[in-house]
């Protein structure tokens, strides 16, 4: 008989997930899909729009982090506009995504995922919170959070506000940087550096801590997928594209970002809004794979700045015999590097003298009919494809988003953690279990609606299907 | 020259014969919002945002186009007049599609500072969403009519400072629309100079410049009366209260 289990409080976010687990005649877990049931439709509305537009539209995808598609979308633009942007507007446009990085990956550590770790899976779900870990350690998060609070201070400084600034435009950006405004962002540098390293001592516990059960934690091989740079750096903002499989052979490699439909297929399935994107040489749904920090970190040669690139070397080490980290819980740590890497890169990139130019502005008609623009977000590669008009009107958008990138390998995940903790004979489902299926979709860090981001608790809806498709047990949250 | 005197929210004023009461209004910096007026065009009271209450009678007037007569006693905000203008704005809000945060004049819009003049927090009618067009074939300028609110302006400027005549209005009701020339798209105008006035004088979104981004497009509709002072006066003069 079925049972309904509420728990409460609730945090009130934007995304909305469900979870069914499927069980079979013995009650064991045969299958388990994670579904989004919620849908945004920028495809379709942004048809008729104005190339110029679609930067300030598409940043409006998500309160996180817009200024990614602002930048992936300026791209876009300058290809539309076939324009080579000023050196000046291409560093500044940088600056602006690694700031983006940072604020989103510390977001996700500190706010979201270190209480799970910090306060431990099956602590008190009401104080499993942000405002659990400032109670346990004020200190900690409070760094955190200040961390947080540089990256979101570098897109203000750039673009004049935190969230939604339409300061990226397709051919550069809208205003230069003076110099009073880099010296500001400079003196955060030596904070911010010490706070990633604080994390990565953390981390490093939170490894040990939970050695045993972090094999479970969507821990199987998978295509990854990122940009490298042309010498096969870490990279976020330009490149290639590189393809490696969970063996550490390259399937593929300098991809033209452009040629990203030639390789990448997307699959629809009636039971999710998200669509389910793969390689296409592979075929659906062989074709999973992996993309963000986890992929970034695996697929690039060396990190150009040392202390990063010290940590890569240590993550490798993680990887046993195949050199490639396979295990999603190991995301976490690919962010914690990314991290340190921003901080780095961005002190190099305000060092740069270049950053301050005046010349930040290509000014181009419409010059070609389709143009792609693709950067690294926090949670993955990022596409934005348009066709326009000779006039600049937007005639058919298509928006390949990290979060649905993930969606194969978070279905993978679900289904891992519910085979190993779920026990079906009891046909029951605890809180415990209920949050380690959480913690595991977010090692992803997944955006649902690619709007904002669960803050705390995602709302899950959990069913236990019996093989009949009776519902056994449900909870939500 | 005849003087009128009249009263204005208890004050008493002297107009010049020929002033509207908008007029004596603004040389008085008594504060009455309005949309459609434009100093150096012709008036129109289209958008009844400066209405006012008049002693003696039911009706409201509108302040653009009314003139004061001896001993009138004019109010211009009352309960009653801030409850209608809060209307008018909801109402423009509710007929068009107006995304203030993906609008080229977003923070620099008429409409937008009226809604917070009139504390617009939500509106009452429900959205029409009508689906209007964008027309971007002009080399230069881009028409979009989900944002118009029919004020008229362009076309007043075009045909009274450009004396070009491009706009004109097309339809009936609630489906009226801005359209150049023979109901074509503006960048087959024969009759367009591309001068911009236009789009310097609309009071949204709905003209502006070819590539401008979200926020960016920042309009300056005072060098209208400084065109038309100079053609009919010979005054080549900008005065603070013109720049302002």
């Keep these: 008989m079925s049972k309904m289990i509420t728990i409460s409080p609730v945090t009130r976010i934007e995304g909305h997930a469900k979870i069914t687990i499927q069980l079979d005649d013995k009650n064991d877990v045969i299958d388990a899909r994670f579904h989004v049931n919620e849908f945004r439709g920028f495809e379709k509305f942004t048809e008729g729009r104005l190339l110029w537009e679609m930067p300030g539209i598409t940043s409006r995808i998500c309160g996180i982090c817009p200024a990614s598609h602002l930048v992936t979308s300026a791209k876009a633009g300058d290809d539309i506009l076939a324009v080579e942007i000023p050196e000046t507007a291409e560093k500044l446009r940088r600056l602006l995504t690694l700031a983006q990085w940072l604020q989103s990956h510390a977001l996700s550590f500190f706010h979201l995922s270190a209480p799970d770790f910090l306060l431990g899976f099956d602590s008190d779900p009401a104080t499993r919170n942000v405002f659990g870990l400032i109670a346990a350690d004020k200190e900690f998060t409070k760094r955190g959070i200040r961390l947080r609070k540089f990256g979101q201070e570098i897109i203000e400084i750039l673009g004049g506000r935190r969230i939604h600034t339409p300061w990226t435009v397709p051919g550069g950006v809208r205003e230069p940087l003076e110099l009073a405004k880099r010296d500001q962002m400079l003196t955060w540098i030596p904070e911010a550096r010490e706070t990633v390293k604080l994390a990565l001592d953390a981390l490093k516990k939170i490894h040990k801590k939970y050695a045993k059960e972090i094999p479970e934690f969507g821990n199987f091989r998978t295509l990854l997928v990122g940009l490298v740079s042309k010498d096969g750096g870490l990279e976020y903002y330009d490149g290639f594209l590189r393809i490696k499989d969970g063996n550490d052979n390259t399937i593929a490699d300098k991809i033209e970002p452009k040629k990203y439909f030639e390789h990448f297929g997307e699959a629809v399935e009636p039971w999710s809004y998200l669509k389910f994107p793969y390689y296409k040489p592979f075929d659906y749904p062989r074709g999973m794979y992996r993309v963000g920090p986890l992929a970034r970190v695996n697929i690039c040669d060396y990190i150009e700045t040392p202390l990063a690139e010290a940590e890569r070397k240590i993550f490798k080490s993680l990887s046993g015999n195949v050199n490639v980290v396979n295990n999603s819980f190991y995301y976490h740590y690919a962010r914690c590097i990314e991290m340190l890497f921003a901080v780095e890169k961005i002190e190099m990139l305000l060092k740069d003298p270049a950053i301050l130019g005046e010349t930040i502005r290509a000014q181009a008609s419409i010059n070609r009919l389709e143009g792609i623009g693709c950067s690294e977000a926090p949670r993955g590669v990022l596409f934005h494809h348009y066709h326009v008009n000779k006039d600049g009107v937007i005639q058919k958008a298509n928006l390949l988003i990290a979060t649905a990138q993930n969606n194969l390998a978070m279905n993978r995940t679900v289904r891992q953690i519910a085979s190993h903790f779920i026990d079906g004979k009891k046909g029951k489902i605890t809180e415990g279990i209920l949050n380690r299926v959480e913690a595991g979709i977010r090692c992803y860090d997944p955006c649902l609606s690619c709007s904002t981001h669960a803050l705390g608790q995602m709302p899950l809806h959990v069913e236990l299907l019996s093989a009949g498709g009776e519902v056994l047990d449900e909870v939500h949250r | ?244």
């Design chain 2, 1 to 244: 020259m005849s003087v009128i005197t009249f009263t204005i929210d208890g004050e008493q004023y002297s107009a010049k014969e020929g002033d509207t009461i908008l007029q004596v209004a603004r040389d008085n910096k008594i504060p009455i919002p309005t949309l459609c007026y434009l100093e150096g065009l012709s008036t129109f009271g289209a958008c009844r945002l400066c209405v006012v209450e008049i002693e003696g009678s039911q009706k409201l007037f509108p302040a653009c186009t009314t003139k004061p007569t001896e001993s009138m006693i004019v109010h211009t905000n009352t309960v009653k007049l801030k409850k209608y203008r809060k209307m008018i704005v909801e109402l423009l809000a509710s007929e068009g599609n107006h995304q203030c945060a993906v609008c080229v004049v977003n923070g620099h819009c008429e409409l937008q500072d009226l809604a917070y003049e009139v504390e617009l927090d939500h509106v009452r009618f429900p959205y029409l969403f009508p689906k209007k067009s964008l027309d971007a074939t002009h080399k230069d300028f881009v028409i979009d009519r989900n944002r118009c609110v029919l004020c008229t302006r362009c076309v007043r400027v075009c045909h009274e400072v450009e004396a070009a005549h491009v706009w004109d209005i097309a339809g009936r009701g609630i489906d009226c629309e801005i359209i150049a020339d023979l109901n074509q798209p503006w960048g087959t105008s024969p009759s367009c100079t591309s001068c911009g006035k236009c789009v310097r004088v609309c009071p949204t979104g709905a003209l502006f410049d070819k590539g401008a981004a979200v926020g960016e497009m920042q309009k300056e509709s005072g060098f209208i009366k400084f065109i038309v002072n100079a053609r009919n006066k010979h005054e080549w003069v900008r005065t603070a209260h013109e720049e302002e």
